[in-house]
T-cell receptor, first 115, second 111 residues
Framework: ETGVTQTPRHLVMGMTNKKSLKCEQH?????MYWYKQSAKKPLELMFV???????ENNSVPSRFSPECPNSSHLFLHLHTLQPEDSALYLC??????????????FGPGTRLLVL | GQQVMQIPQYQHVQEGEDFTTYCNSS?????IQWYKQRPGGHPVFLIQ?????EVKKQKRLTFQFGEAKKNSSLHITATQTTDVGTYFC???????????FGKGTTLSVSS
């Protein structure tokens, strides 16, 4: 619907597992974002990539590792997560010319549960 | 750092009642955006306001940008059950950083 897809939609992982979240946008945008959404902090920006370069990292723990191979794809690699990392992980994209004020288009999210 | 504050955090209304959520900033905003997230869904862009004192309407939704461009409001007339969800405002980030989202107002409607 929005042109931004995320896989998987649901993920259950143990604290010792390694997994990756994938985001793909079909809107021709150049900026992509990862957000964490939990009950305590509704929309918490994690990373921003603009024209494949990381431009923001909001003090995210190193157990989250983003990768942006091109402007259409964004990954979030997860390893040795904690139960408090359980949340909805949202990907978004925007045009990339003026990220500070551009409309963002969100994917459906990946619901992550860490056991 | 720059923040946009939203109130109230939660609001419950009876179907047919009106609803308003407010967004405030300590600094002047060049523009403000509003998003809606349905339960189990993802944020969806509703509108962007740019001009001082601007008022825009989308059916039963009225969006307003303050004269000083430091506050904004979203008013829903005669709420329906389809209006349930969380409404976020978002203002520009500083120094080229991404949008700053408010914490949202979650609306529930009982019929």
């Amino acid at each position: 619907e929005t042109g931004v897809t995320q896989t998987p939609r649901h993920l259950v992982m143990g604290m010792t597992n390694k997994k990756s979240l994938k985001c793909e946008q079909h809107l021709g945008h150049n900026a992509m974002y990862w957000y964490k959404q939990s009950a305590k902090k509704p929309l918490e920006l994690m990373f921003v990539y603009n024209f494949k370069e990381q431009t923001e990292n909001n003090s995210v723990p190193s157990r989250f590792s983003p990768e942006c191979p091109n402007s259409s794809h964004l990954f979030l690699h997860l390893h040795t997560l904690q139960p408090e990392d359980s949340a909805l992980y949202l990907c978004a994209s925007s045009q990339g010319r003026q990220v500070f004020q551009e409309t963002q288009y969100f994917g459906p999210g990946t619901r992550l549960l860490v056991l | 750092g720059q923040q946009v504050m939203q109130i109230p955090q939660y609001q419950h209304v009876q179907e047919g009642e009106d609803f308003t959520t407010y967004c405030n900033s300590s600094t002047t905003l060049s523009n403000i955006q509003w998003y809606k997230q349905r339960p189990g869904g993802h944020p969806v862009f509703l509108i962007q306001l740019v001009k001082s004192g601007e008022v825009k309407k989308q059916k039963r939704l009225t969006f307003q940008f303050g004269e000083a461009k430091k506050n904004s409001s979203l008013h829903i007339t005669a709420t329906q059950t389809t209006d349930v969800g969380t409404y976020f405002c978002a203002g520009p980030g500083q120094a080229g950083t991404a949008l700053i989202f408010g914490k949202g107002t979650t609306l529930s409607v009982s019929s």
